[in-house]
């Protein structure tokens, strides 16, 4: 791991997670701090992405992890949480998502009271985005 971690961290299981890592490079502009890949089965063990100084870890899913009820949001059919990200001009990101494979789930809005300028996405791997403008 490339630095201590901080008191909270936000750990994604994503099927296949070296797609997703692609997709989180291409398509939102994270920076790929590292990766590991299990030797035994060739999926991702451990990742971690940098949205500026914030990191978000990535592991590939695991039937270990599956018994525990942490499962990827394809195994779940859906997805139990939503990732904020602002980003500088909402409409260049957008089309970089979409263009790297991220479907619109809700076009822009504008609605001051909460938040600002945003849209929502859903990555490849199923998880919920809000882009919103800073």
């Known amino acids: 791991m490339s630095e ?6 936000i750990y994604l ?12 490079v291409k398509g939102l502009g994270a920076k790929e701090v590292e990766r590991w890949i299990d ?9 971690e992405i940098r949205f500026g100084d914030c990191s978000l870890y990535v592991a590939d899913s695991y039937a270990v992890m599956e ?6 949001p394809r195994a779940l059919g ?25 479907q619109i789930t809700r076009p ?13 996405i859903s990555d490849p791997a199923g998880h919920a985005w809000t882009l919103s403008e800073k």
Do not use: C, M
């Open 108 to 120: 822009v809005e504008n609605n001051p009271n909460e938040g600002g300028r945003r849209a929502r």
């Open 39 to 47: 030797p035994e089965n060739g999926k991702v063990g451990h990742a």
């Open 78 to 102: 859906g997805t139990t949480v939503n990732i904020w990200l602002q980003v500088g001009d909402l409409d260049v990101a957008l089309k970089r998502a979409v263009d790297a494979g991220a």
């Open 4 to 9: 201590e971690r901080p008191p909270l961290s």
């Open 67 to 72: 018994k525990i009820g942490v499962k990827s």
């Open 13 to 24: 299981i994503a099927t296949p997670a070296a797609a997703a890592l692609d997709f989180y």
